[in-house]
């Protein structure tokens, strides 16, 4: 690997026997990048994701990874049964490490996830948001380069997810993890990334990659100013090209 990315996948294509999900997707993430990809439903997504966490083979191409992942699924559930606490502990749990420096370490992180208080309490005690930010947070507490985040927030109210997207931005902004972001939601995508991968209808395919020029830290009225909307134009045209 050149040492330029932290991330790289190429020409790496999918089919689940006759289904062509992915054809010759490329993308190349660089060290402490944000990076969206954007792409309909049932466009391959979820399965690029699986593909570069190791949980799937591609049919072809390849995937390069400097370090190791972190992923998000896309139903990444709490267990009703256990505390918030002993859920965001549970993947260093699964990786070996023992229980009480688990929790030591996922405790750690409660404040800035905006979930102090809440070690001892059961997943619905919690809102959506903050079920959220726990997923995230047994999810980050991996301490791994790369993260990978399946529509984090696609099963939130608008206002929950404008207020999760904001923060989200703000530990970003903090902790610069090198981020995958998948999602069907353009403002999103340029909300959060500092680039936008557009995919095309399955097979999928990274059909545009653009760069998204607006300072940080981004606030809600971000999404209001004209240079915004020149962004989320670019996005949308370029789909729109694609699906031609
Ligand atoms: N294991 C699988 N076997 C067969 N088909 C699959 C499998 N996983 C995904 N698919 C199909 O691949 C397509 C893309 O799915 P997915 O990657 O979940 O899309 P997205 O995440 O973009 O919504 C869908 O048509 C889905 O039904
Ligand atoms: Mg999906």
């Not at 353009?186 to 500092?194: H, N, Q, S, T, Y």
């Not at 971000?222 to 996005?235: D, G, H, I, L, N």
């Amino acid at each position: 690997m050149s040492g330029e990315f932290q991330l790289e996948v190429r020409g790496v294509g999918k089919s689940f026997g006759e289904l062509d999900v992915l054809r010759d997707v490329d993308l190349a993430v660089r060290p402490g990048e944000f990076a969206a990809v954007i792409g309909p439903s049932g466009s391959g997504k979820s399965t690029l994701f699986n593909i570069v966490s190791g949980l799937d083979r591609p049919t072809s191409g390849e995937v390069r990874v400097d370090g190791q992942v972190a992923f998000m699924p896309q139903k990444d559930l709490l267990f009703p049964w256990r505390t918030v606490l002993d859920n965001t502990a549970l993947g260093l749990e699964a990786q070996g490490v023992r229980r009480r420096e688990a929790r030591r370490r996922a405790a750690g992180l409660f404040e800035a996830f905006g979930l102090d208080g809440f070690q001892s309490s059961y997943p619905f005690q919690l809102s959506g948001g903050m079920r959220q930010r726990a997923a995230l947070l047994r999810t980050v507490v991996l301490e791994r380069p790369v993260l990978l985040l399946d529509e984090p927030f696609g099963a939130l109210d608008s206002l929950t997810r404008t207020e999760m997207q904001l923060w989200l931005a703000d530990v970003w902004q903090r902790y610069r993890w090198t981020v995958v972001l998948v999602t069907h939601d353009i403002r999103e995508a340029v909300l959060l990334a500092d680039t936008v991968h557009v995919l095309s209808p399955r097979p999928a395919s990274v059909v545009k990659r653009i760069e998204v020029p607006l300072p940080r830290p981004r606030r809600a009225e971000a999404v209001t100013e004209p240079e915004f909307a020149a962004v989320e134009r670019r996005v949308l045209d370029a789909r729109n090209w694609a699906v031609r």
